[in-house]
């Protein structure tokens, strides 16, 4: 039995790579990739250092790719919400770590490309795993892509108690921390499942305009509250519900006026959940090339959300002794900002010096041809209780 | 009500009479400048989509779900 499996799976793998071989037109071009990034993220009581380095490399071309993608969140924040009080035993900084790998394929067969990735991603008192394919094809000589993707992520959530490290597992406010279980699934269980499909459809309208359009829906079943916000609520137990169903649609334009060496990309996405929220977030961006091989981009996104059905504007809330739900709303408490109406203003600016100008002009620096380096600052500009963030990044790519 | 829904008629006719035109492979020059192409800011769209998770309901189209956070 075992041997006769091992042998099907031999003949699953020279199929396999057979057709890597076979199907896909030839001559390709491989390009491998390393890049390495710094992201920050600042507001009132948060701040994020996020250094992330990815590399690409084709195998030997783009009928395999493999990636591969290590970052680490360090996470420093003062407020009680998100834990310091568990964890310092005061409002003091807190300094959490979170790593992360994710590892890819992806393979280019003619007009198909299939994909494939994993993501595990670790902190304190949260554990994530998730994995997904994607399937896309060309249509009209590339003038038509359309992809689908699903993905499932399994979350474990754990509570940090004592400030000693210890933790628990945290099932959501509703469940009795004596009955939260942890190493399956379901109601009393510190296991959140989210089940990811996006359809994205693009269009080449002219050669020098794209339309895109995707739409997502996302299933969560499982603790979707903070386990840290009792201090918000007079010593309640935040309390959400434990299924979320989710959709986004996003339709967009990139546009390019190359005389003027401007490109114009305005899209828009609308959000809507059956927890009663809905959000719209226009945005517009706009490429300039000041000279050739200088990219300047201008971004303005505007963002505004309602609130969720269970949201008081009063925060008076009762210790409900049973579940959260559409019909029990009593059951239900919330300080999650996420669950309440406000806007936010994000301008923003990146600069990205392309490496091919100076690549060409000197024989040395040849190796730097196809990589570039990369700046973006955001302001966010919110009227939540995070007040206003600053976003910036810097990249450093290269293609080897 | 009718000349909301003319537009409208006249905007898929332009977009649909639009998409009769074929883009050639020599004529791609501009589609393929990093500008055009939506995959140029797949790392920046990964930053931006973590601190949607930990921050707004909306996860904007970058698949949603999932992520840890120093939520406040």
Avoid at chain 1, 102 to 108: D, E, I, L, N, P
Avoid at chain 1, 327 to 335: E, R
Wanted: charged letters at 20%; a positive charge; glycine letters at 10%.
């Amino acid at each position: 039995m075992s041997r006769r499996r091992t042998s099907s799976l031999g003949l699953a793998l020279w199929a396999w790579i057979s057709l890597f071989w076979v199907a896909a037109p030839r001559p390709l071009l491989a390009e491998n990739r390393a890049t390495i990034r710094g992201n920050y993220y600042r507001e009132k009581s948060t701040r994020v250092m996020q250094p992330l380095a990815q590399i690409t490399v084709d195998a030997p071309d783009e009928r395999l790719t493999l990636g591969a993608t290590y970052l680490l969140d360090a996470i420093s924040s003062a407020s009680i919400a998100s834990g310091t009080q568990a964890a310092t035993g005061g409002d003091n900084v807190f300094t959490e770590l979170r790593h992360e790998f994710v590892g890819t394929a992806q393979s280019k067969l003619g007009e198909w490309t299939l994909g494939g990735f994993f993501r595990y991603s670790t902190e304190t008192d949260y554990l994530s795993r998730a994995g997904g394919v994607s399937l896309a094809r060309d249509l009209l000589r590339k003038n038509i892509n359309v992809a689908l993707a699903y993905s499932f992520g399994g979350d474990r959530f754990y509570r940090i108690v004592n400030n000693t490290g210890a933790r628990e597992p945290w099932c959501g406010g509703d469940v009795d921390v004596n009955f939260c279980r942890t190493g399956g699934y379901g109601r009393n269980n510190n296991f959140l499942q989210i089940h990811n499909t996006l359809a994205s459809y693009s269009h080449t309208l002219h050669e020098t305009m794209l339309a895109t359009f995707s739409i997502g829906y996302a299933h969560l079943r499982g603790p979707q509250d903070n386990p840290y916000r009792e201090g918000f609520l007079g010593g309640i137990e935040e309390t959400h519900p434990h299924v979320r169903n989710r959709v986004v649609l996003t339709p967009g334009v990139r546009w390019m006026v190359w005389r003027e060496r401007i490109t114009f990309e305005p899209f828009y996405s609308l959000y809507l959940d059956d927890w009663g929220q809905r959000a719209h977030t226009p945005e517009l961006r706009v490429h300039v090339r000041p000279v050739r091989f200088l990219r300047l981009r201008a971004r303005y996104q505007y963002y505004k959300q309602t609130a969720a059905f269970f949201f008081r504007a009063d925060g008076q809330y009762v210790d409900g002794d049973s579940r959260c739900s559409r019909d029990a709303p009593i059951n239900c408490a919330t300080a999650d900002v996420k669950a309440m109406p406000w806007e936010a203003h994000t301008p923003g600016v990146q600069l990205t010096w392309e490496f091919d100008g100076v690549a060409a002009r000197n024989p040395r620096l040849r190796w730097l041809e196809g990589g570039f380096v990369e700046v973006t600052y955001n302001h966010m500009i919110q009227d939540n209780r995070f007040g206003n963030a600053r976003i910036g990044s810097l990249a450093f790519s290269l293609a080897y | 009500m009718h000349r909301r829904r003319a537009a409208a008629i006249g905007v898929v006719i332009m977009l649909g009479a639009a998409s009769c035109v074929l883009v050639e492979p020599h004529q791609r020059k501009y589609l393929s400048m990093p500008e055009m192409n939506p995959a140029t800011d797949s790392l920046e769209d990964v930053f931006h989509a973590h601190i949607e998770a930990a921050r707004r309901a909306s996860t904007n189209g970058h698949g949603g779900g999932g992520g840890g956070c120093g939520c406040g």
